[in-house]
Nanobody, 124 residues
């Protein structure tokens, strides 16, 4: 059974940092692009960051560029999202996702595997 499990969410003050992890099991995703999305209450799920299968190519939403960093360790079957300089508007449930292809994408329908999400709350 394929599983993507997020961890590392929590409550942090504005300006603080969190590191999210996405552990995969059931199959290897070392040849698949992966990404992070988030969904705030009452809003649609939105793209945050994506990374190619090798980790050489990354892409960020303008709202997080320069503050967030996506990375992956294929030997550990884990993807990360380092979030710095957090703002209250970053508050959302964060989801990790994996594609069936190796190239990254920025739209949710391009991803076939999803985790259950982890809550990130940034207080002002």
């Amino acid at each position: 059974q394929v599983q993507l499990v997020e961890s590392g969410g929590g409550l942090v003050q504005a300006g603080g940092s969190l590191r999210l992890s996405c552990a995969t099991s059931g199959r290897t995703f070392s040849t698949n692009a992966m990404g992070w999305f988030r969904q705030a209450p009452g809003k649609e799920r939105e793209f945050v960051a994506a990374i190619s299968w090798s980790g050489q190519n990354t892409y960020y939403a303008d709202s997080v560029k320069g503050r967030f960093a996506i990375s992956r360790d294929n030997a550990k079957n884990t993807m990360y999202l380092q979030m710095n300089s957090l703002k209250p508007e970053d508050t959302a449930v964060y989801y990790c996702a994996a594609r069936k292809l190796g190239s990254y994408a920025t739209t949710a329908p391009a991803y076939g595997y999803w985790g259950q999400g982890t809550q990130v709350t940034v207080s002002s």
